[in-house]
């Protein structure tokens, strides 16, 4: 396939499904050769093959993120064989129903599930940016794009583990900017609000999907397609002067005063705005 990512290498986290697999099609839709990386072989063999088959050049690489060593085998394995890294998108997020179950407030959390969300969430983003950093700038330079959550800049009443470690990614972005920028290296976040994975369909009942719906200036909610495209724009040249930030990538659910919707239904009650 052709498109303004023609001759990059890729590496997309989290690519057995959801987000990560939609990146890596548009990626790949737009010349790319993404790598697909996940802890389940399985899956993220099958993700690669249907890309392959429909016509993009994509591979598969099974590997845990929490495991410095097999980070590093898994880049240099990489690296040897398409000969550059120009794109790393840190997307994978460990959030089982386990995990979501003992990820509560902090009076009720578990601290091994802190140390999970930590270990994939912010320090498997590190240690792959680690690695893979001294092939990209070796090549010229490239991007760095991490999945965080707009959990990492509000509070919330459960999923304290996960709101922090994407808290310590969107940081983790800057600093890779502010260190390897004058290299080439582009570093940053997008926080993703609510949107329509399989994880998130098959984990959220209708009743809270009214909720995040009620609070988006959308219409709609996202889909995994309106992530992918963003994340294929800072992937490419296009996004060039964009280093450092944080985009939020939510339908507008974090763009208005907290008490938007109370006001909205009160006006709704007294059929006037006026105040
Ligand atoms: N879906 C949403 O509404 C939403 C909202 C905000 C942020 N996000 C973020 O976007 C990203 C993708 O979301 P999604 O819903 O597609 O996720 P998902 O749960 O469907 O996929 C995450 C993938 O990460 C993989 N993974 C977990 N632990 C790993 C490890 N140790 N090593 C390698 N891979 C591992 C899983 O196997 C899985 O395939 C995540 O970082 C998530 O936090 C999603």
Redesign the pocket.
């Known amino acids: 396939m052709s498109g303004n990512l023609e001759g990059r290498v890729a590496i997309v986290?989290?690519?057995?499904?959801?987000?990560?697999?939609e990146t890596a099609r548009v990626l790949g839709e737009r010349g790319a050769k993404v790598v697909l990386?996940?802890?389940?072989a399985d899956?993220?063999e099958t993700a690669a093959e249907g890309l392959r088959s429909e016509g993009m050049l994509a591979d598969a690489a099974a590997?845990?993120?929490?495991d410095e060593g097999a980070v590093a085998q898994a880049v240099a394995a990489i690296a040897e064989r398409h000969g550059r890294i120009d794109i790393v998108h840190n997307?994978?997020?460990?959030?089982?129903s386990e995990q979501r179950g003992c990820d509560l407030d902090v009076i009720n959390l578990s601290a091994d599930a802190w140390d999970k969300a930590f270990?994939?969430?912010a320090r498997?983003p590190m240690l792959l940016s680690k690695h893979a950093l001294p092939i990209m700038i070796a090549g010229g330079g490239g991007s760095l794009i991490h999945?965080?959550?707009?959990?990492g800049l509000l509070g919330e009443m459960t999923l304290t583990s996960?709101g922090a470690s994407?808290a310590a990614l969107i940081n983790l972005s800057r600093f890779l900017a502010t260190q390897y920028g004058k290299q080439g290296i582009r570093s940053n976040a997008i926080?993703?609000?609510?949107?329509?994975?399989?994880?998130?369909e098959a984990t959220t009942p209708q009743a809270v999907k009214d909720i995040l719906l009620d609070h988006h200036l959308n219409p709609e909610l996202?889909s995994?397609r309106d992530?992918a495209n963003v994340v294929a724009f800072l992937a490419s040249d296009e996004s060039r002067f964009i280093n450092g930030a944080l985009i939020p990538v939510d339908g507008g659910f974090t763009a208005h005063q907290p008490t938007m919707v109370d006001f909205r239904r009160l006006f709704e009650a007294a059929g006037s705005n006026q105040l």
Request: proline residues 2%; aromatic residues 10%.
């Open positions: 986290t989290g690519a057995g499904q959801g987000i990560g697999l990386a996940d802890i389940l899956r993220v590997f845990d993120l929490t997307n994978a997020a460990f959030q089982t270990a994939v969430n498997g999945s965080a959550s707009g959990f996960y994407k926080a993703i609000g609510f949107v329509l994975s399989e994880t998130a996202g995994p992530i």
